[in-house]
């Protein structure tokens, strides 16, 4: 089993900034691709930013382009996710993801959740306006 764990949500005022981490722990046995999702209620779960396994690949959500930036620290397991300039539309639950990957394959992002092998519990976001 694999762990991830969020951190770094809280309440802020629009303009402000935030940075979410993911640390992955437990049977990390290769490779793997992850990603940030979002879900207010009543909603489903969108991908925000998602990154390969080698960091040089991202994706972003046009709603998140040129506000947030996904990166990653391998030796360390963990990913973030820095949110700038943040608006009340961005509040939700955030969600990291994980996804083991087959060599060969460390340039790839994944948008789709169902892509995904392992979740995050979430971190609230509230962004006030």
């Known amino acids: 089993q694999v762990q991830l764990v969020e951190s770094g949500g809280g309440l802020v005022q629009a303009g402000d900034s935030l940075r979410l981490s993911c640390a992955a722990s437990?049977?990390?046995?290769?490779?793997?691709?992850m990603g940030w999702f979002r879900q207010t209620q009543g909603n489903e779960r969108d991908i925000a930013a998602a990154?390969?396994?080698?960091?040089?690949?991202?994706f972003y959500a046009d709603s998140a382009k040129g506000r947030f930036t996904i990166s990653r620290d391998n030796a360390r397991n963990t990913v973030y996710l820095q949110m700038d300039s943040l608006k009340p539309e961005d509040t939700a639950v955030y969600y990291c993801?994980?996804?083991?990957?087959?060599?060969?394959?460390?340039?790839?992002?994944?948008?789709?959740?169902?892509?995904?092998?392992?979740w995050g519990q979430g971190t609230q976001v509230t962004v006030s306006s």
């Open positions: 993801a994980l996804k083991f990957i087959a060599h060969g394959y460390g340039s790839m992002w994944y948008r789709d959740p169902i892509d995904y092998d392992y």
């Open positions: 437990g049977r990390i046995f290769s490779s793997y691709a």
């Open positions: 990154i390969s396994w080698s960091g040089g690949s991202t």
